[in-house]
């Protein structure tokens, strides 16, 4: 087999990711199978580390909309994000995977708290290391807090996993017409207002160079291809480039 093309990968997660067939919660077998997927990867020698959301259990935002503080509403999002990789990385021992949980709201008797040089200690372990609890601050959203922590533990790549193939011109959920941008810079992700990531998370990647693949999670085997470097999904870097990726 060949070498995989990045050594050390931040994957995004979303909380619905967890959800499955169900309308909110957890799912175990779904978590059972992204499990699975993680662990083969991190058997090619890849460190790997996760940040998942916890739009299936609460979403910060939409409480807002709806007359909550916000502050409160995202305090409380980020509690959801600790239960989501909590049960994620509960997936990952059953599968036998050493794992760390890391949040950035210290709570000591369920995780570790957030301290950059052990993160980077428990990937060159071999640990699968979950941050969770997002920047640990109100008005940011996780795909800030996974931006961040790539850049604080010199990821290679973050790996954002959705539910489609890609970056589209348009949801491909509802509009039939929409096409799949195979690459692409992030000053285009900004300038076009393509929904991949959040200005602020993208901006960042910018300013640092950070390359974002973009792919389907549902189609299974996907999280190693990615790593491996194959075509599967949209890849965003600080200039577009080409290459021979299938539609």
Avoid: W
């Avoid at 995780?111 to 601050?137: D, M, Q």
């Avoid at 800030?144 to 990821?155: D, H, N, P, Q, S």
């Avoid at 941008?181 to 992700?189: G, I, K, R, T």
């Amino acid at each position: 087999m060949p070498a995989p093309a990045y050594q050390r990968v931040l994957l995004k997660l979303s909380g619905e990711a967890l959800m499955g067939d169900r309308e909110f919660g957890i799912a175990p077998i779904v978590a059972d199978q992204i499990a699975a997927e993680i662990v083969e990867v991190r058997q090619l020698g890849v460190e790997l580390a996760v940040v998942i959301g916890g739009g299936n259990i609460f979403r910060g935002l939409a409480a807002s909309a709806k007359g909550m503080d916000r502050t409160t509403a995202d305090n409380m999002g980020m509690l959801a994000t600790v239960m989501n990789a909590l049960a994620l990385s509960d997936a990952l021992e059953r599968h036998g995977a050493d794992t760390r949980v890391l949040t950035a709201i210290e709570m000591r008797t369920v995780a570790e708290p957030f301290i950059r040089r052990r993160a980077i200690r428990h990937l060159e372990k071999g640990r699968v290391v979950l941050f969770a609890a997002g920047t640990g601050n109100p008005y940011f959203t996780t795909d800030t807090a996974a931006a961040l922590r790539a850049m604080e533990i010199r990821a290679d790549v973050i790996m954002k996993a959705t539910r489609v193939d890609g970056i589209f011109t348009a949801d491909p959920l509802t509009d039939p017409t929409a096409t799949r941008l195979d690459s692409l810079s992030h000053l285009d992700v900004l300038e076009r207002r393509l929904n991949v990531m959040d200005a602020t998370a993208i901006s960042l990647c910018m300013d640092n160079k950070l390359p974002i693949v973009v792919f389907n999670l549902t189609t299974p085997g996907n999280v190693l291809r990615a790593v491996m470097g194959e075509a599967v999904g949209s890849v965003v870097t600080p200039e577009p480039i080409t290459m021979g990726r299938k539609g």
